[in-house]
């Protein structure tokens, strides 16, 4: 038997050389382009702030809002790579580490790492937390063969999530530590209610926005991303157009439009299609909407997947749902472990801030107060066959 993988690897460069993609990386949600168009203005401020650091004065601390998709994880690690190059040019002993919080769950944790990318082993476990903090700022008390303490720039990439769960004693650390200086990246313009006012006043960052893209400025975006990723003169002309007014749409989001032009394409190659075109396009985002709501509901914890199942035999039963009447349908299929009605409706207001249902709240006339009359906002059939199948 000839050898499998050389195979499939003989097949693939075949298919490559006949189909719609040169190269599928650019399209990759970690892929760094060389340029960030429509950046330039926010990376000129990060990079205002962290000039400092190469006259060996620590910069201030910086954080960077915007909603998801528009460029803040890109911004700052093109910052980083450009301050890395003229640092190690004008040999100034500086490090920027990324750290994404999602993979790191505590202040212990998120310390340990810092440690161990900066060559001081630390255990992932064990140690006190006072011992990790002593282990960490004992970096900066060595000096390299030059003479200079280390300068360090902490990125905490998607810090909302840190902040939920462990407080605000990393940035208390940090911002607390000689030398070092934190750039986070949140989400919400409203981040910092969630730190007590010794860590703001320590943080005292300066703040830069990341607005929403347009679709204009989307769609010189995709236009950079598609040359280096399509075949010349596969992509029919409204496809760029048609994404980037859909994912103009979604708040803006680059990342979605990305993803609507890379499955546009997969679905292209799929069909055995030369060309890739609108239609493509509208499939693709069917697919996106279609894997998204599968693992929103997969993901739901198991009370909140009993009230989806709950409101699905109703709308079933083409009843107008009241929280009232979902409670009922709800408690028959806990039975036991069914929680208090208070807690529904808190399940109810996340279902419908994750886009699965709509609630309407309506007057049933004088006296006879006010209802909230829930409704299903995804495909039933899908959602049905993804509440049965997990
Ligand atoms: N101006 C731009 N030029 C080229 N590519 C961009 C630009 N802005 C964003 N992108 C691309 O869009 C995708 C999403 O961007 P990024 O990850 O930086 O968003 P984000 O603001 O960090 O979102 P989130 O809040 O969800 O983490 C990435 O693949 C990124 O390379
Ligand atoms: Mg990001």
Redesign the pocket.
Known sequence: MSNVFEDLENDIENLSSTSIFKDKEPL??????D?????EDQIRQIAKYWVDVLSDVTPSNVTLY??????????SKFAREQLIEIANKKKVFVKVLHIRCTDFTTEYQVIAEICNKLGRDVPSRGWTKGEVVNAFRDIFKRRNTYGKKLQLIVIL??IDILLDKDGDGILYTLTRTDNVSVLC?S?YLDFKNLIKSRVKSSLNDKEIV?PP?GAD?LSD?LS??AQLSFQDGVLEDDVIPLCSAMAAKEEG???Y??DLLKSAGEIAFDEDCDKVTGEHVRKAKDTIEHNKVIEIISTLPLQQQRVLEAILILTKQDEEISSGKLYDEYKEISKKDAVTYRRIFDFINELELLGIISTNTISRGRGKGRTNIIKLQCDETLLETTLYTI
């Open positions: 990759d949600h970690r892929y760094l382009p340029k960030l168009v429509h950046r915007g909603k998801t998709g528009t460029g803040k994880t890109a911004a990439d998607e990246i989400n990341f893209y400025q975006i950079e991303r989001d680059a990342r439009a990305l």
